[in-house]
C-alpha cells in the first residue's frame, strides 16, 4: 500500500492536510489501490456531498467539526471522534450540521 502526496518523516493532524473551500467540497486522497480507498474530505458549512451509493463497506470518521448522514429511512449526526460505517449498496448523503464546516476521514474497503 502506497500513500499518495503525504508527509511521513513526522506524525501529522490528518485534519490539517485537506483544505477548506468556502462553497465546495474538497478531498484529498491517501490510498486508492485495489483493496480500498481512503481521502479526506472537507465540507463546508451549507454545503452536501451529492447523494451516494457506495459499493464496499465505509467507514466515516469525523475529524473536525459535526456532520448529519442521511439514508433513505434514517439520519445520524457525527461529531468529532465518531466514527459511523455505511454497509455497501446503502444510500448516503453527508452534510455539515446547522452550517458548520466538517472534516472527514472516509475509507471504502474494495
Known sequence: ???EEL????????ASLVLMAEDRVTTRTIVDDEHMVC???????GVELAPHIYR???LFLALEGRADLSYPDHAER?????AIEVRAG?????AGT??????LLR????
Open 98 to 103: 446547522c452550517g458548520s464546516p466538517v472534516k
Open 56 to 58: 464496499g463497506d465505509t
Open 107 to 110: 475509507m471504502t474497503i474494495r
Open 7 to 14: 508527509p511521513t518523516q513526522t506524525p501529522e493532524n490528518l
Open 39 to 45: 481521502e479526506l474530505i472537507a465540507v463546508p458549512g
Open 90 to 94: 446503502e444510500a448516503c448523503v453527508v
Open 1 to 3: 500500500m502506497e500513500f
Open 78 to 82: 457525527m461529531e468529532q471522534g465518531d
